[in-house]
T-cell receptor
Framework: DTAVSQTPKYLVTQMGNDKSIKCEQN?????MYWYKQDSKKFLKIMFS???????INETVPNRFSPKSPDKAHLNLHINSLELGDSAVYFC??????????FGEGSWLTVV | AQSVAQPEDQVNVAEGNPLTVKCTYSVSGNPYLFWYVQYPNRGLQFLLKYITGDNLVKGSYGFEAEFNKSQTSFHLKKPSALVSDSALYFC???????????????FGGGTRLMVKP
């Protein structure tokens, strides 16, 4: 069973559209994250939720809105997509301070 | 602020030879240090971590890393490289704090390891 699963894995969409990426973890972890990996493979945190509460909100455009219906889910909604939003988005989760477990990634291409 | 530097964009090594992937970090206090590996079109897989204790940490797939506080380094090593080790490797640091949710990983830029037969 996949510990951190995210869908879709690949998403191609036009500029201006609104899209969502879903994430679920079955590890019972309290904390979930969204990371963005750009075209140069650089990884940067976007958001962190602990028990459905937003903890970290890095400098991310307001067009990006995370939603956590319960502690096992953290979805990422993106409004008015722009070309520069093309990237790989990784969902992750952790229970302790030590190890973060990542999903397989969602490849977003905006055309 | 915390930061991680991986000075090499790519490391080339012949199969069977030892490999080293370099990582240096900057953090205000004592660090938690991590290595992750990313295979093509895949997510990040946890390899190993340093929390406390022995400076030499052993991880998955025969990898190990040595924490050197004086040099603020956490280089990844393997005695004998395999072609299947070819992947993108990320070093990451997390500052110690009181709140798990308030901590976050800061990643280095990644180093591509190419192991040739």
């Amino acid at each position: 069973d996949t510990a951190v699963s995210q869908t879709p894995k690949y998403l191609v969409t036009q500029m201006g559209n609104d899209k969502s990426i879903k994430c679920e973890q079955n590890l019972g972890h309290d904390t979930m994250y969204w990371y963005k990996q750009d075209s140069k493979k650089f990884l940067k945190i976007m958001f962190s939720y602990n028990n459905k509460e937003l903890i970290i909100n890095e400098t991310v455009p307001n067009r990006f809105s995370p939603k956590s219906p319960d502690k096992a889910h953290l979805n990422l909604h993106i409004n008015s997509l722009e070309l520069g939003d093309s990237a790989v988005y990784f969902c992750a989760s952790s229970q302790d301070r030590y190890t973060i477990y990542f999903g397989e990634g969602s490849w977003l291409t905006v055309v | 602020a915390q930061s991680v530097a991986q000075p090499e964009d790519q490391v080339n090594v012949a199969e069977g030879n030892p490999l080293t992937v370099k990582c240096t970090y900057s953090v205000s206090g004592n660090p938690y240090l991590f290595w992750y590996v990313q295979y093509p079109n895949r997510g990040l897989q946890f390899l190993l971590k340093y929390i406390t204790g022995d400076n030499l940490v052993k991880g998955s797939y025969g990898f190990e890393a040595e924490f050197n506080k004086s040099q603020t380094s956490f280089h990844l090593k393997k005695p004998s490289a395999l072609v299947s080790d070819s992947a993108l490797y990320f070093c990451a640091v997390r500052d110690r704090g009181n709140n798990n949710a308030g901590n976050m990983l800061t990643f280095g830029g990644g180093t591509r390891l190419m192991v040739k037969p």
